[in-house]
């Protein structure tokens, strides 16, 4: 079955850091583009970052509010992708949703998503 | 950044009522934008993409049109099921960025 499962998620004080980890077994994962999308507590999506494939640089690009904080990485060999997310603030407590577009390969048409990992930022 | 604006923030309708949803663009997207679902404690859910292909699974029901920057996606007849937050995506410019939602409820 394709999926995405991630896991990571948990309490942090702020200016702590945490590493988040999205597997994707039965998915062809070193073809795909994958971004995380956040979203906090009671409010709407947010776009957090994006990883291409090593076949197109394995290029990474961010949303504004993390960028410098939070780095997208992938293993291709274990089909996981990551977030490591340093210097965190109560602004990111969210659910954290690894995301993909499965039917449009190397696109952000996102039809696959994982079901999300709490993060909270609190002392 | 493009800044998408949905509206209205609540509809209130009642089953088999038409569901007309709104998304502007701050400047053209052309035709790169998606529209998903999305239900308490799930995550969101693909239906249309690049303004008026309804994705694999979506019923005949949920149809998107528009271009450029003004977009609508329609609920022909509401089910029950149909009850839940709706998103609007642009993917033409980084940083990908997300409508505040329009929450679809039982009138």
């Known amino acids: 079955e394709v999926q995405l499962v991630e896991s990571g998620g948990g309490l942090v004080k702020p200016g702590g850091s945490l590493r988040l980890s999205c597997a994707a077994p039965?998915?062809?994962?070193?073809?795909?583009?994958m971004s995380w999308v956040r979203q906090a507590p009671g409010k709407g999506l947010e776009w957090v970052g994006r990883?291409?494939?090593?076949?197109?640089?394995?290029?990474?690009d961010y949303a504004a509010p993390v960028k410098g904080r939070f780095t997208v990485s992938r293993d291709d060999s274990k089909n996981t992708l990551y977030l490591q997310m340093s210097s965190l603030q109560t602004e990111d407590t969210a659910v954290y949703y690894c995301?993909?577009?499965?039917?449009?390969?190397?696109?952000?048409?996102?039809?696959?998503w994982g079901q999300g990992t709490m993060v909270t930022v609190s002392s | 950044e493009i800044v998408l604006t949905q509206s209205p923030a609540t509809l209130s309708l009642s089953p088999g009522e038409r569901a007309t949803l709104s998304c502007r663009a701050s400047?053209?997207?052309?035709?790169?934008l998606l529209w998903y679902q999305q239900k308490p404690g799930q995550a969101p859910r693909l239906l249309i993409y690049d303004a008026s292909n309804r994705a694999t699974g979506i019923p005949a029901r949920f149809s998107g049109s528009g271009s450029g920057t003004d977009f609508t996606l329609t609920i022909s007849s509401l089910e029950p099921e149909d009850f839940a937050v709706y998103y609007c995506q642009q993917r033409s410019n980084l940083p990908l960025t997300f409508g505040g939602g329009t929450k679809v409820e039982i009138k």
């Open positions: 995301t993909t577009s499965f039917f449009q390969l190397r696109t952000s048409a996102f039809d696959l």
């Open positions: 400047q053209s997207v052309d035709i790169y």
């Open positions: 990883i291409k494939t090593k076949s197109d640089g394995g290029t990474t």
């Open positions: 039965g998915f062809s994962f070193s073809s795909a583009w």
